[in-house]
Structures are given as structure tokens and as C-alpha cells.
Nanobody, 126 residues
Framework: QVQLVESGGGLVQAGGSLRLSCAAS????????AAWFRQGPGKEREFVAG????????SYRDSVKGRFTISRDIANKETYLQMNSLKPEDTAVYYC???????????????????WGQGTQVTVSS
């Protein structure tokens, strides 16, 4: 059984930084693309950043480019999201997702991902 567990969320002031981690487990999860999505209060879930199976390709939503960095540790099945220069509008529950079917290029579509974590809250105060 595949599990994704996020950690690293919390409360931070605007301009601060947080690093989210996502640990994947399960003997059936080998090669996969990974991504971070978020869902703010009263908003739909949206793509934040994605990374392909070997870390060679990444993609970001425009509003986080230059502030967020996605990376991964393939051997340990972990994915990270370094978030700098945080803004109040970054406040959301952040979800880790894995796509074990199409892992060459990270998709920005929710439906592409077949495994999801439970989410971790990020709150940015002004």
C-alpha cells in the first residue's frame, strides 16, 4: 500500500521561509513524478510545483516562480518544497502527490496523480 506523508508546515510571518517534506512508502511505488498542490480557504486545489522521476524537469505555477523550489531524493523516496519570501496569499493546505503512470514530465493536472497525502497547513501572517 502506498502512503505519502507531508511534514514541515506551520505558521510563519510574511517574508519568511518553510521547507515541506513528503515521504513516500510502499513497495509498489517505484518510478514516479511528484508534485505539490495547495488549497486555500474557499478556493479550489491548484498546482504549485512538479518534478519528474529523476529531478531533471521541474515546473511551477507563475505566482511561485523564483520563490519556491521543488526537489527530490530518489533513493529515499522523498520530495521537498523550499518556500521562500512567503506571502499571505500562500496560506493553504499543501498536498503532496505522486504520478506512477506518467513520470517523464510532471503534470499540472489533479487527475494525473494517483496517490495523495493528507496535507499540511501553511499559514503566512501579514
Amino acid at each position: 500500500q502506498v502512503q505519502l506523508v507531508e511534514s514541515g508546515g506551520g505558521l510563519v510571518q510574511a517574508g519568511g521561509s518553510l521547507r515541506l517534506s513528503c515521504a513516500a512508502s510502499g513497495r509498489t511505488l517505484f518510478t514516479y513524478a511528484a508534485a505539490w498542490f495547495r488549497q486555500g480557504p474557499g478556493k479550489e486545489r491548484e498546482f504549485v510545483a512538479g518534478i519528474n522521476w529523476n529531478g531533471g524537469t521541474t515546473s511551477y505555477r507563475d505566482s511561485v516562480k523564483g520563490r519556491f523550489t521543488i526537489s527530490r531524493d530518489i533513493a529515499n523516496k522523498e520530495t521537498y518544497l523550499q518556500m521562500n519570501s512567503l506571502k499571505p496569499e500562500d496560506t493553504a493546505v499543501y498536498y503532496c502527490a505522486a504520478d506512477s503512470r506518467n513520470w517523464a514530465v510532471p503534470s499540472g493536472t489533479i487527475g494525473a496523480y494517483n496517490y495523495w497525502g493528507q496535507g499540511t497547513q501553511v499559514t503566512v501572517s501579514s
